[in-house]
């Protein structure tokens, strides 16, 4: 069975919300110290481009407000760029650009029509 754009896009929320969840109770200093915490976020994120990149062009085309090539874009970084991962610019990223991007696409998975789904 092909995936739909929806799929994607529930997964992208979910790995959001688990970003979320690993953050929760820790600052940038305890960030900073904890390696599983680290780990897990770049994972979440990974799984963020990777779900991006798998959406539609057409979905691209309607969507343009998501960022699909920035989200790509960090997905490859912390794949072939891990030595040179800046925790601070992670950090600010999921502050700045991840979290709202949930509120997004809860907009737009909430009015996929159902012959879409």
Do not use: C
């Amino acid at each position: 069975m092909k995936k739909t754009d929806l799929v994607y896009v529930q997964d992208m929320i979910a790995s959001i919300n688990q970003i979320e969840k690993f953050l929760k109770e820790t600052d940038f200093d305890g960030f900073v110290q904890d390696d599983r915490t680290q780990f897990a976020v770049f994972y979440a994120l990974e799984v963020v481009g990777e779900a991006a990149n798998k959406l539609s062009k057409e979905f691209r085309a309607e969507n343009s407000q998501v960022p699909v090539r920035e989200a790509v874009e960090m997905r490859n970084i912390l794949i072939h760029g891990y030595d040179e991962i800046k925790l601070e610019i992670v950090w600010k990223t999921i502050y700045d650009h991840v979290f709202p991007l949930r509120k997004q696409l809860e907009e737009i998975a909430a009015n996929i029509p159902l012959d879409q789904r």
